[in-house]
């Protein structure tokens, strides 16, 4: 099942809205309250990243459209065991300037979401990835698009998606994984 999101479709979905939430940033609230509200709803999240919608306007109804997909999709990478989770943040085809930009706005997103449903651990792996979270967030980043720095940005991004799924997995083990002991003879 292909569950990527196109982030060129959705950019704008969010604008349409008028909410100074960018879909990254969205997307990481997501993500973080996902991580730890087992029963997170779309209507959760959507109060969230919205102040209102009216679904009797065309273009609210598009976006709602838009975010539900976005809900569903992420919902879906996020429990997938092949661990094909993805940020939705700018891909290679934009300036290395707007990807890390668009990182930065995720993690703090994701941040957000972790507060929302304040997170109840003390696992001091999932403290510390938090932490390197809170880290990225606050970079101020000027790239020059060069293979370097790319590499580097690269790296990132995949700390930041499987820092996320390892978040995940912590805080809420996967029940397909668990094998009750009376299981066990």
């Known amino acids: 099942m292909d569950s990527s999101i196109d982030y060129d ?3 704008n ?9 960018t879909i990254s940033s969205s997307h ?8 730890v509200k087992p029963d997170l709803d779309l209507s959760d999240w959507l109060n969230e990243i919205l102040e209102s919608m009216d679904l009797s306007n065309i273009n609210h109804k598009q976006a709602h459209q838009d975010l539900s997909q976005i809900y569903n999709n992420t919902v879906s990478q996020l429990n997938d065991a092949t661990l094909n989770f993805q940020l939705l943040i700018a891909d ?13 706005q995720w993690c703090q997103g ?10 109840n651990t003390n696992d001091d792996q999932v403290l510390e990835m938090i932490k390197d979270f809170s880290e990225i967030s606050k ?4 790239l020059l698009d060069d293979e370097q720095n790319a590499q580097d940005l690269s790296e990132i991004i995949e700390f930041v998606r499987m820092g996320t799924l390892f978040i995940q997995e912590t805080i809420q083990p ?6 009750s002991p009376d299981t066990l003879h």
């Open 9 to 11: 479709q959705v950019k």
């Open 13 to 21: 979905t969010l604008h349409t809205l008028a909410t100074d939430e």
């Open 28 to 35: 990481g609230i997501l993500c973080g309250f996902a991580c």
């Open 92 to 104: 290679d085809s934009y300036p290395l300037k707007e990807q890390a930009n668009t990182l930065i």
């Open 110 to 119: 994701f941040l957000i979401g972790l507060g929302l449903s304040k997170v």
């Open 139 to 142: 970079l101020d980043f000027e």
């Open 174 to 179: 996967s029940k397909q994984d668990y094998i």
